[in-house]
């Protein structure tokens, strides 16, 4: 039984930091496709950051140079460390698995956008 578990989210003010982490369970290989999305209330969700099957690290351009996506196999535990938060960073943020996905080689901007299983989502609030 496959589950993704979302913890450490909370409210902050602008500028300040948060580190998500995301552990999973139940998957029959490590290379799985994965991904960080966010979600506003009455917004469509969005990719925030994603990690190919290869390992390969891509981000929205909304977060790029502020978060950092990382996964350790070895935990069962993904990441996202998120610095220089902005109020507009405000959503409900969920962890995602599944199927598998390789980024275009030199390509920032691929995302995967549909994910089979994913976790019950972590609140983050920003304060200006």
Do not use: H
Request: hydrophobic share 25%.
């Amino acid at each position: 039984q496959v589950q993704l578990v979302e913890s450490g989210g909370g409210s902050v003010q602008a500028g300040g930091s948060l580190n998500l982490t995301c552990r999973y369970s139940g998957f029959t290989d490590t290379n799985y496709c994965m991904g960080w999305f966010r979600q506003e209330p009455g917004k469509e969700r969005e990719p925030v950051a994603g990690i190919d099957s290869d390992g390969r690290v891509n981000y929205a351009d909304s977060v790029k140079g502020r978060f950092t996506a990382a996964k350790d196999n070895t935990k069962n535990t993904l990441y996202l460390q998120m610095n220089s938060l902005k109020p507009e960073d405000t959503a409900m943020y969920y962890c995602a698995a599944g199927g598998y996905c390789y980024f275009r080689p030199g390509s920032d901007t691929d995302l995967p956008r549909t994910l089979g299983y994913w976790g019950q989502g972590t609140q983050v609030t920003v304060s200006s």
